[in-house]
């Protein structure tokens, strides 16, 4: 089992080690036919993109799709979940750089106005450590990952679940009906074999990500294939590998 386009990468335009034209060629050497540049969204006050480096890494990526003809390279960004409303961190000044947009929810944001801090970002962090605002919080957060695929053009849901528990069935039912791919992350815990059982109920998309963040974890799969296994889900569900 083998990855042929990984979706979800960093570099150091977020908080990667290595530049865009590294992992690039890290991916023609492992022989991934395609790569993904998913920095995360601004909205990270110490690693997120800054919004004047899109026009640069959209110009970098088009130069090496010149040069290359052995891999597709794609701009994308990691956004933020950064609002109970479903909102991302990315306006239509950057998306006009990318060729598509991810989200996902990370720790460290800014959050979207003031009264998400206290009705979103802060329920979230309470319900790790009070278990009885976790129902309460799951609800919250699945509405949210709804309304975010409701008002947003989102190509793939990364690492679905991590840091913000959501229930996954009426996600996957969501993502089915907005053709929004869901994420099995192996550096993430998200989507376990359970979650992908429940999710496959629906005719949703899934990809196998490595999350590299530098070049030695490229194309890595870790552990995945034993979750695939224990799903039973069916190779042809999964959009970007190969046996």
């Not at 959209?58 to 479903?86: C, F, H, M, P």
């Not at 979230?124 to 409701?150: G, S, W």
């Not at 996957?172 to 109920?201: C, F, Q, T, W």
Request: glycine share 6%; charged share 25%; aromatic share 8%.
């Amino acid at each position: 089992m083998k990855i042929t386009h990984d979706m979800h990468t960093h570099t150091t335009y977020s908080h990667g080690k290595n530049t865009i034209a590294e992992m690039v060629e890290q991916g023609r050497k492992i022989g991934l036919k395609a790569i993904t540049i998913s920095d995360h969204g601004r909205s990270h006050p110490m690693f997120g993109i800054q919004k004047k480096n899109f026009a640069k890494m959209r110009a970098e990526i088009d130069a090496l799709n010149q040069k290359y003809d052995d891999i597709d390279i794609y701009l994308s960004v990691e956004s933020n979940i950064t609002g109970a409303d479903g909102n991302i961190d990315i306006g239509d000044e950057e998306k006009k750089y990318c060729d598509w947009i991810s989200a996902g929810y990370h720790y460290g944001y800014i959050p979207a106005s003031i009264k998400d801090i206290f009705v979103f970002a802060i329920p979230n962090y309470a319900a790790r450590v009070l278990p009885f605002l976790r129902k309460q919080v799951v609800a919250m957060n699945t509405r949210t990952y709804i309304k975010m695929m409701e008002r947003n053009d989102i190509k793939l849901i990364t690492h679905p679940g991590d840091k913000m528990p959501i229930n996954i069935e009426p996600v996957a039912k969501a993502a089915a009906e907005y053709g929004v791919i869901l994420e099995i992350n192996p550096r993430h815990d998200h989507l376990s074999a359970d979650e992908i059982k429940v999710a496959m109920k629906y005719p949703v998309s899934f990809a196998i990500n490595s999350d590299a963040h530098s070049i030695y974890a490229l194309g890595d799969m870790r552990n995945t294939p034993a979750t695939i296994k224990a799903s039973g889900i069916p190779i042809t569900r999964i959009i970007n590998i190969t046996e």
